[in-house]
């Protein structure tokens, strides 16, 4: 009997030294949670500038990148331009072109029936 009121008496030391000390962990606790709350602001804090200053960046690539296809359009319409240009002045070279070499080949074929009759 003496051994377990002894047991007894050490199981209760023990639970009030658990009990005692329970509202410092739970403190401690509460602290470990407060840096971890204040850690987590930090971090989304610094996640939501980083996104800003990203998409403040992409923001200006994509100004860069509207103002060079707004002059590559320009380009590309100068060039149309120019070829369709080019195209009504040579159209009527290779009119003329077409017709000198119809002639031409009139003379050739009429060249190879003189030859034809020399041969005869």
């Keep these: 009997m003496d051994c377990l009121k002894d047991t007894m008496g050490h199981v209760i030391r023990d639970l009030q030294g658990k009990v005692m000390a329970l ?14 709350r204040e850690n987590h602001k930090a ?22 990148n509207m103002i060079l296809w707004t002059k590559s359009m320009k380009l590309w319409e100068n060039v149309k331009n120019l070829l369709m240009e080019e195209l009504e002045l040579w159209g009527e070279d290779l ?26």
Excluded: C
Excluded at 23 to 36: A, F
């Design 23 to 36: 509202p410092e962990v739970i403190q401690t606790l509460q602290e470990h949670n407060n840096v971890r």
């Design 95 to 120: 009119d003329l072109w077409k017709n000198e070499l119809e002639l031409w080949k009139k003379e050739l074929d009429l060249w190879e029936e003189e030859l034809g009759f020399l041969e005869e």
């Design 43 to 64: 971090l989304r804090e610094k996640n939501e500038d980083m996104i800003k200053a990203f998409q403040e960046r992409n923001e200006a690539f994509w100004e860069k």
